[in-house]
């Protein structure tokens, strides 16, 4: 399937970006703390490369029909991020590296029709396997920039930011604790909608360049650049999820 080529063609040159950043990061540097509140670089890779392996275990379930979990469990996904966080900087780099290879070949190895069976991560609805290679791209750039390794969301390609943020806007769409507004990219013909969709709801539009604005609906930034159509200053956004 061409799209599907195309997709894991973007996650490997996003994972070979990633990589370049870690191999350059020493014993010292990889147990500093990362962008992420209580997580040290260590634990950011290991969290890399074990989602890399529960994405081999969705496709295996859309390749055979069997179902197979993301994850155990979301504590058991936590327990075994934890226990790799503390080691060396080339056996994280290394684990990285295998993980994403493991799920190359796993995606490779597709059937066509295989591609649209569905199957579900540890939380959500279920999801046609195509999916799966947007939400592995979407793992390796956002946790790239939390690496805080010198790449941000300046550094994201374009047609990743230009895939991801409607996609992300909508992960707010019904959330009480999400107001409610617009995002509209600068250059872009329409805004998506955030927060809950109550009739009359007062909404606020959400102007700026596309990659500060998800960088901003994902926690990656604090919004600077971007612009409200009443001169208000920025929502308080609750964490995406």
């Known amino acids: 399937m061409e799209a599907a080529s195309h997709s894991l063609a973007r996650v490997e040159e996003a994972t070979g970006r ?7 990061l020493d014993d010292d540097q990889v147990r500093e703390p990362s962008a992420l509140p209580g997580w040290t670089r260590g634990h950011v890779l290991t969290h890399i490369a074990r989602n890399a392996d529960g994405m081999v275990n969705l496709l295996a379930w859309a390749r055979t029909g069997v179902p197979a979990p993301m994850y155990a469990s979301a504590a058991a996904r936590a327990a075994d991020v934890e226990a790799g966080s503390g080691r060396r900087a080339a056996d994280l780099a290394a684990d990285v590296h295998d993980s994403a290879q493991a799920f190359a070949a796993a995606a490779a190895a597709m059937p066509d029709q295989a591609w649209g069976a569905a199957v579900r991560a540890l939380h959500g ?3 046609p396997a195509i999916g799966v290679l947007e939400r592995r791209l979407s ?4 946790h ?10 300046a550094d994201w390609p374009a047609d990743f930011v230009a895939a991801a943020l ?3 806007a909508a992960s707010f769409t019904g959330r009480d604790d ?3 507004l617009l995002v509209w990219a600068d250059g872009t013909p329409g805004s998506f909608p955030v927060g809950p969709e109550h009739p009359g709801a007062a909404t606020l539009t959400v102007h700026g360049p596309p990659a500060d604005l998800l960088a901003w609906l994902t926690g990656r930034g604090p919004g600077t650049g971007l612009t409200t159509d009443s001169g208000a200053p920025l929502p308080a956004l609750p964490p995406w999820r």
């Open 166 to 168: 409607p996609r992300v």
């Open 18 to 24: 990633l990589l370049t950043s870690a191999g350059k």
């Open 178 to 180: 999400a107001p409610s």
């Open 144 to 153: 790239h920039v939390d690496l805080a390794a010198g790449y941000s969301p």
């Open 125 to 127: 609805p279920p999801f």
């Open 139 to 142: 793992e390796v750039e956002i």
